[in-house]
């Protein structure tokens, strides 16, 4: 099955998209993505073309996803909270021509050198197809194997890699996942993970389409609508990041969540201290799994009646994992290595890295750079991360963007980013600064200055000055020594 092919497994007149103001059946949402794909074919998209989507949570961003790639193109999702020009560096690096959005972008000053791509507002697209009908393209031959997405996560060089995941890596992602959790459809999926990001889209949208169940889309998560939200449209599947757990602990009624049937935590670890207060205010359990962007992103997921609390549970459906020492030697139950994955989800790589994608798929597997010990059952428990990389929210932040933002402040001589603990996002961002001889910090110039330059979840909520960063003999500076006065 290929991912346009999604939107034909539903009933006609069974609900596929509930937003706040407008509920679209299968039949209608069929309907919605091929006019949406006549149209942007007379634009002159065409097949293998990269084609950037920038808009929130909506039923807008499912048709134009899908009639990208019904095209034969590929997306290319923007976090809709990256700056102009961290949303330039993802236009050119992935040679974007045409960009579908919600709002205009104004790219000018950070597309100087090259020919700004094509800007499809969403508004506009929707008065065209209502006032003409475009005729059908003519017949596109997609094979499983062909890019559909390009998915832009931090890098090892500090700069972000575009994980290019196929329609097959796709699909079966959503048929494994839709298996561990034993959707049908007759449930109703909230929607309120950004479907730019990998989890938002794939368990979200992707397997309640695979299953011809519904989705409720939200925009934005504010808590106590979301509440309302499932409460009052019968949703049966959360799924969220343990931020949004600390809030439906604090502020939902049990009655609030009596008839979903399942929640599910991802993107970070959930702190036990949340789920076990979840459960003893709700009688309900949440279901961890784990995984990233380049396997599609689901790897494992706790088994629905034997979870085991901190486990990422086992690997699904048609996937392989196995944990590693330094030397390549599998280790036993109990030990500590680097989890590896194979299966049908693996990406085909990072585009135009060939480098990357060679040192990050070796002999055959994933390296994650995930360190993780498996118990006497199997099931596995992440126990750090190799890289440096911080989840806030269950975003990806690499420190080295960061430092070279910092770096370019006039008053900062030496900067190093690390994640600390925080309760409601899992982790936040805590910089540390010394500064060049007879320099001072103004530290709300120099936050306005990070403002300018990061997204909002990339700044951090701490600065602090210290005299000089510890280093080792060669000069690096040691992170693992910050963490120790972080803690």
Same mark, same amino acid.
């Given at each position: ?7 034909l ?28 794909r ?9 097949p293998?073309?990269?084609v ?8 807008e961003?499912i ?12 997306v290319?999702?923007?976090? !809709?909270m &990256? ?6 560096? /993802? ?5 974007? %021509?045409?960009? =579908? @959005? ?21 508004t ?11 005729p ?9 194997s062909?890019?559909?997405?390009i ?16 329609h ?8 494994a ?8 459809p007759e ?13 938002g ?5 992707? !397997?309640? &389409? ?6 409720? /889309? ?5 808590? %106590?609508?979301? =509440? @309302? ?14 931020a949004?757990f ?21 993107g ?8 076990e207060k ?5 009688k ?7 995984g990233?962007s ?8 706790n ?22 020492d ?19 989800n ?13 040192e ?5 597997w ?7 010990y ?10 750090d ?20 933002i ?9 900067a ?72």
């Amino acid at each position: 099955m290929l991912v346009h092919e999604l939107i034909l497994t539903g009933a006609g007149d069974r609900i596929a998209i509930y937003e706040k103001n407008a509920v679209y059946s299968y039949a209608q949402m069929q309907k919605k993505v091929g006019q949406y794909r006549n149209y942007l074919y007379s634009l002159g998209v065409r097949p293998h073309d990269n084609v950037a989507l920038n808009a929130k949570n909506s039923a807008e961003f499912i048709f134009s996803y899908i009639a990208i790639a019904g095209l034969g193109g590929v997306v290319v999702p923007l976090n !809709t909270m &990256l700056t102009p020009r961290e949303i330039a560096f /993802v236009l050119k690096d992935a040679q974007v %021509k045409h960009i =579908i @959005a919600d709002r205009e972008l104004d790219l000018s000053s950070q597309l100087k050198d090259t020919a700004p791509p094509v800007q499809i507002l969403i508004t506009d697209l929707e008065k065209e197809i209502s006032a003409n009908n475009y005729p059908d393209p003519p017949a596109i031959s997609v094979r499983d194997s062909e890019p559909c997405v390009i998915l832009y996560t931090s890098g090892t060089t500090g700069k972000s890699k575009g994980a290019v995941l196929s329609h097959s890596n796709l699909v079966s992602n959503a048929a494994a996942f839709s298996v561990a959790t034993d959707t049908g459809p007759e449930d109703n999926t909230l929607s309120v993970l950004p479907m730019f990001h990998s989890l938002g889209w794939t368990c979200c949208i992707g !397997t309640a &389409l695979y299953n011809g169940a519904s989705v409720t /889309v939200v925009d934005t998560f504010s808590p %106590k609508d979301v =509440i @309302a939200t499932i409460r009052e449209r019968g949703i049966t599947v959360v799924i969220g990041v343990p931020a949004m757990f600390n809030f439906y602990t604090s502020l939902a009624k049990p009655e609030d969540l009596a008839g979903v049937r399942l929640f599910i935590s991802g993107g970070a670890s959930l702190p036990l201290e949340t789920l076990e207060k979840f459960h003893e205010k709700t009688k309900k359990h949440v279901i961890e799994g784990y995984g990233l962007s380049e396997a599609s992103p689901v790897v494992c997921f706790n088994p629905l009646n034997l979870t085991k609390p901190g486990s990422i549970g086992v690997p699904v459906q048609d996937i392989k994992v196995k944990i590693v020492d330094s030397s390549g030697r599998e280790c036993a139950s109990g030990e500590i290595g680097e989890l590896l994955v194979q299966g049908p989800n693996v990406m085909i790589g990072y585009y135009n890295l060939p480098s990357e994608t060679a040192e990050a798929l070796r002999d055959g597997w994933l390296h994650t750079d995930d360190l993780a010990y498996k118990d006497e059952d199997g099931y596995i428990f992440i126990v750090d991360r190799k890289k440096d990389m911080i989840i806030v929210s269950g975003l990806n932040v690499y420190p080295r963007e960061i430092e070279e933002i910092l770096y370019q402040y006039p008053a900062i001589r030496e900067a190093a980013a690390i994640g600390v603990p925080d309760k409601s996002r899992g982790e936040s961002i805590r910089a540390y600064v010394a500064l060049h001889d007879g320099m001072t910090l103004d530290k709300k110039d120099l936050m306005a200055f990070l403002k300018k330059n990061l997204a909002p979840f990339k700044i951090p909520r701490e600065i602090i000055e210290i005299e000089a960063l510890p280093k080792n003999s060669t000069g690096k500076i040691l992170k693992k020594e910050l963490r120790n006065i972080a803690s």
